[in-house]
């Protein structure tokens, strides 16, 4: 322990010159966000006319409610065939709620408002419609800030320690500052799910949230004066954990440290099960030739004590999995983490452990217990991501891809 606070009051001398770089700076960045793919139908609405702008450049005004319906190579405009891949919708800096009124097809985890009837979200900013396979991919190009708005209640409850709210701002933001700068080839930059952070737009934007992210506008986290990739979870009972060990990544900043501050997180302690006979045809799903399971045995470990690998016996022969390939098998909320241990395997397996995520980068439920300690974000954001600074994001440079 005496250790973990020389850590944290090491941070103290670099986080006090945080005032003078903080808040001030403006940032006019936008963000690609990806809502949803594989979409088939959408409604918008919009207070004002809603304007359709097509690959050309092509501009035609919407009576709203819209209705937008892919059709052949191009889109139904609330009826009116126009044979464009591509579209951008604006409201006249209104805003636009969209609903996705048709289930939509998950596809390789890009699928973000899953697109069940109902499924609603108000954003600012464009509306990118782009035509793929049979659907169409909904992206919106918002504001960089406004983006951070919709990712920090998304992720934490806005009720937590205002210190802990501008540390998980300046997480999200440095977090899309990374893979915007390495995302010239896609069609966006982040998705709006756990795949990369958690967006609803404007839903959940409250004073606090907007208070966290003005007092730390344009605000990253940088290594060698690049945007790091800050990676963060909701709980690492214990310690946190080296990106090596879950992703096979080399970040010199993401290395695991103490976490005993999340003892009061719900997700500290759990107990869960599955089929087994899910498992299987997940498994067979996803390309592991995979027969009948007979066990699951825990192979090695990390240092901090999670599962790094198993091994799978089974009908056909034997398989060795990574503990992060195993819950993304069954699914990341019946497995929370991979710090576990299995209790009983017939046709449900059982099992038991600690913590909620990957457990790589900050810890959630220990960056509120920090900050309710006391600790400002920055000294927080220092402990989590070891020998980084804070810059503003306008002068920082194009992040190094890691090594593998």
């Not at 009576?63 to 405009?77: D, E, M, V, Y």
């Not at 208070?211 to 790091?228: C, M, N, S, W, Y």
């Not at 599962?307 to 060795?320: F, I, K, M, N, Q």
Request: glycine content about 10%; hydrophobic content about 40%.
């Amino acid at each position: 322990m005496n250790r973990l606070k020389c850590s944290l009051y090491g941070a103290i001398v670099a986080g006090a010159c945080l005032l003078s770089l903080s808040s001030g700076a403006e940032a006019a960045e936008s963000i690609r966000v990806l809502l949803s793919a594989d979409v088939l139908r959408l409604d918008i609405h919009s207070s004002n006319l809603l304007w359709a702008t097509d690959a050309k450049g092509r501009r035609q005004a919407l009576r709203t409610p819209a209705q937008i319906i892919a059709a052949g190579k191009g889109f139904l405009l609330n009826g009116v065939r126009r044979q464009t891949e591509q579209l951008t919708l604006h409201g006249g800096g209104q805003g636009l709620t969209l609903t996705f009124p048709r289930p939509t097809r998950k596809s390789k985890g890009a699928a973000v408002l899953s697109g069940d009837s109902g499924t609603e979200v108000s954003v600012s900013g464009l509306i990118h419609l782009v035509r793929k396979d049979k659907g169409f991919l909904v992206i919106n190009q918002v504001d960089m800030e406004e983006y951070v708005k919709g990712v920090v209640p998304a992720e934490v409850s806005s009720a937590w320690h205002p210190e802990m709210l501008k540390a998980q701002a300046v997480a999200a933001r440095t977090y899309a500052l990374y893979q915007q700068k390495l995302s010239a080839a896609r069609e966006y930059d982040v998705a709006a799910t756990v795949q990369d952070q958690v967006y609803r737009g404007k839903q959940g934007v409250d004073a606090a949230i907007l208070r966290a992210v003005e007092e730390t506008r344009g605000l990253v986290v940088t290594f060698q004066d690049a945007p790091i990739y800050a990676a963060f979870s909701s709980t690492a009972a214990g310690l946190t954990e080296d990106a090596t060990n879950v992703w096979s990544k080399e970040y010199p900043y993401l290395k695991g440290v103490e976490c005993p501050f999340d003892l009061m997180s719900p997700y500290f302690q759990w107990k869960s099960s599955f089929k087994i006979d899910t498992l299987e045809q997940n498994l067979r799903e996803q390309g592991f030739p995979v027969g009948t399971i007979a066990t699951i045995t825990p192979l090695s470990f990390s240092r901090g004590g999670r599962v790094a690998t198993l091994r799978v016996l089974h009908s056909d022969g034997e398989l060795v999995l990574r503990g992060e390939e195993l819950r993304k098998s069954v699914g990341y909320t019946i497995i929370p983490s991979t710090q576990f241990s299995i209790e009983s395997i017939g046709q449900d397996v059982v099992l038991s452990g600690y913590g909620a995520g990957h457990a790589v980068g900050m810890c959630q439920w220990g960056a509120k217990e920090l900050a309710e300690l006391g600790y400002p974000f920055s000294m927080i954001l220092r402990y989590y991501y070891p020998g980084t600074e804070l810059q503003n994001m306008t002068l920082t440079k194009a992040p190094t891809p890691p090594s593998s």
